[in-house]
């Protein structure tokens, strides 16, 4: 299923064409028109051979895609991911929970969620997915040290609070990719945390 589509959009701030953007719990325009409308807003989401019809308090949108990609666009708006899913975690998945100092990036309803779905949680690697959170670009030092937790194939998510100067993606990705690894999912952890998913490069994972 695409992730993008053309449409046409109105709010109060006017009629133009935009990009829409699905992502995990909100809509993105981009263009002539620009607005972020979360799931949870939507008043109308009407799927069918002309498009999809979206409407919210704020304005309206006619995403512009086939039938069956509108019927599956209105399905993941009515049925979106959860933050255990975006991260691959299943009662299969052995898991490595790192704190930053402040403590409390991933909250209680993450850890009742993990438990739920019978997360098994260790203190240290190795482990199929490990959680870090970070609180300042000095703790991105530790990085190399955590790639044999997730070797050959396991996932880092690297985890830090939204709209820092000193701390933010791209800082995450060139520490990754010194240390050699390479990113390859962006997430939303939370409404104050980003995610950046990191791996080892499938033709290194037979290294040492």
Not at 14 to 19: D, F, I, N, P, T
Not at 69 to 92: E, F, Y
Not at 163 to 183: I, M, T, Y
């Amino acid at each position: 299923m695409g992730r993008e589509g053309m449409g046409t959009v109105r709010t109060a701030a006017g009629e133009g064409r935009a990009k829409v953007l699905l992502e995990t719990d909100e809509l993105i325009f981009r263009g002539e028109i620009r607005a972020r409308v979360p799931f949870g807003s939507l008043t109308v989401v009407e799927p069918g051979s002309d498009g999809l019809k979206l409407g919210w308090a704020g304005g309206e949108a006619t995403v512009e895609l086939s039938e069956k990609d509108s019927a599956r666009w209105a399905d993941r708006i009515a049925n979106p991911p959860s933050l255990l899913d975006k991260l691959g975690l299943n009662a299969d998945t052995t898991v490595v929970v790192l704190e930053p100092d402040d403590g409390g990036f991933a909250g209680g309803a993450f850890a009742a969620e993990m438990a739920d779905r019978r997360v098994k949680t260790v203190a240290d690697g190795p482990a199929d997915v490990v959680i870090w959170g970070l609180d300042e670009v000095a703790d991105l030092a530790r990085l190399p040290a955590l790639i044999d937790w997730i070797r050959p194939a396991g996932a880092l998510w690297a985890v830090w609070r939204k709209g820092q100067r000193d701390l933010n993606e791209n800082h995450v990705r060139e520490a990754a990719l010194d240390a050699g690894l390479v990113d390859v999912k962006v997430a939303r952890f939370s409404a104050t945390h980003s995610a950046l998913k990191l791996v080892v490069p499938r033709a290194k994972r037979g290294a040492p």
